[in-house]
């Protein structure tokens, strides 16, 4: 394994320069956000790090001491603070055409690298591929699991199977895994265990929950129009600081009240908008250390991805005073109904000092303005605010998959984490017009995406969800509240 420190020609990895002193955990914790601070420009929640050299991790000299990045596992709490509403597992146990997919990311801000870790299942309720009587039966439907990372220098790695018995997941919390390839005379795990027993039963494959992440996967081969790697390995612990609102208050669901029903689909949750992560990962023969690393989870469910997408998210940003994170996205879905009638759905949402800013059709109005690829221009306005952010990049992109449901996890989009990114919000004078402003921050670190199509030209678009259907989607009706009277009737994954 090549240590980071002697890889030569990147500022990123040389020596460190002097010994390093064994540092405390850090002294941050979500109330903290809402302290005042001091005019700061370090990237998001990297604390202890920025104390030393570039990844301090690493010491080159013999005898120097190390920072200890060795990640602490802790198992997954009940009622852990905050926990999103869809944080489980959506699947009903129909034959209906489903898919669920997770995207995990860790930013490192001393290197500028981010590794993206995305798994999926289609047509759970077929474990493998289907016979000619059930495509018959049900119709063709693409089966199987599947584990993507787009790594550092936007390189990839994928494996897939086409079948999924030895996936698991659970209905009540953001736990999931999967064994590609397990251990002679063990059997794949069910559910979340301590690291050292999975090492012992997994060869390959992974499991992640809120709070620990590990796995190990080989590339299949089966993609020949990206730089790929062989291997990757990884384990690192998550402390979560944002879900998806208020720190403090209840957490919110990212599409509404409705995406605890099949309609609108897909339906779409960010479970973390910003964590701390300290571990490891190995990408082919190089290890990546980190403490206190921006992380980001958030899911999808339903049917397939939209018809048409955009996506930008970003945990790194310079010039704030307090944690900023950001995520936007939007597409165009498909109405519930007879005829094939398509809306524009877009949102932002903003994390910053300890207060969530929200722009969604059902609370104001979303415009986007984005290039077949290169270029993102969003803005919104709620009643109280208004958001714009620009995200530009000259880096070609990497395709990564995505579940479809004309050929199953294919090849669907294109993303990078090497945009430059500006991202401003200003309140709202009783007039309308712009007043003071809140934030107005900049980063180089910024993970963007478009996906589907056809993208022939600039995509300008504008939420155009009926106003009625918006009135109900924005009702603030406590979904869990209420199946807390009826356990037996919630739906999986609420």
Known sequence: MENLCTIANNPCFNPCSFPLKPAARPPFSPPELLRPRKKSHRPFAVKS?????????????????????????????????????????HFDGTSRKFFEGWYFKVSIPEC???????????????????????????????????????????????????????????????????????????KPPKKEIPPQEFNQRVTEGFQVTPLWHQGSIRDDGRTNYAETVKTARWAYSTRPVYGWGDVGSKQKSTAGWLAAFPVFEPHWQVCMAGGLSTGWIEWDDKRYEFKDAPSYCEKNWGGAFPRKWFWVQCNVFEGADGEVALTSGGGLRQIPGLTETFENAAMIGVHYGGVFYEFAPWNGVVNWEVAQWGHWFITAE??????????????????????????????????????????????????GTQGKVILDVTSKMAAVEVGGGPWFSTWKGKTSTPEIINRVVGLPIDVEGLFGFAPFFKPPGL
């Open 112 to 186: 500028r690298q981010s590794f993206c870790f995305m798994y999926s299942i289609e047509s759970p309720s077929f474990p493998k591929k289907l016979t000619a009587l059930e495509t018959a039966q049900y119709g063709p439907r693409f089966t199987g699991v599947g584990a993507q990372i787009l790594g550092a220098d936007d390189k990839y790695i994928c494996q897939y199977n086409e079948g999924s018995r030895n996936f698991w997941a659970n209905r009540d919390e953001l736990m999931l895994g999967n064994t590609f390839v397990g251990k002679t005379n063990t």
């Open 382 to 431: 709620n009643e109280t605010h208004t958001v714009e952010l620009e995200a530009k990049t000259k880096d070609p992109g990497t395709t990564l998959r995505a579940p479809t449901s004309e050929a199953g996890l294919a090849p669907a989009c294109k993303d990078t984490c090497f945009a430059d990114l500006r991202l401003r919000i200003w309140e709202k004078q009783n007039n």
């Open 49 to 89: 790090v920025l104390k030393y050299d570039p990844l301090d991790s690493i010491a080159n000299d013999p005898g120097t001491h190390v920072l200890n990045v060795d990640p602490v596992y802790e198992p997954t709490p009940r009622n852990r603070p905050l926990r999103t509403p869809h944080s489980g597992y």
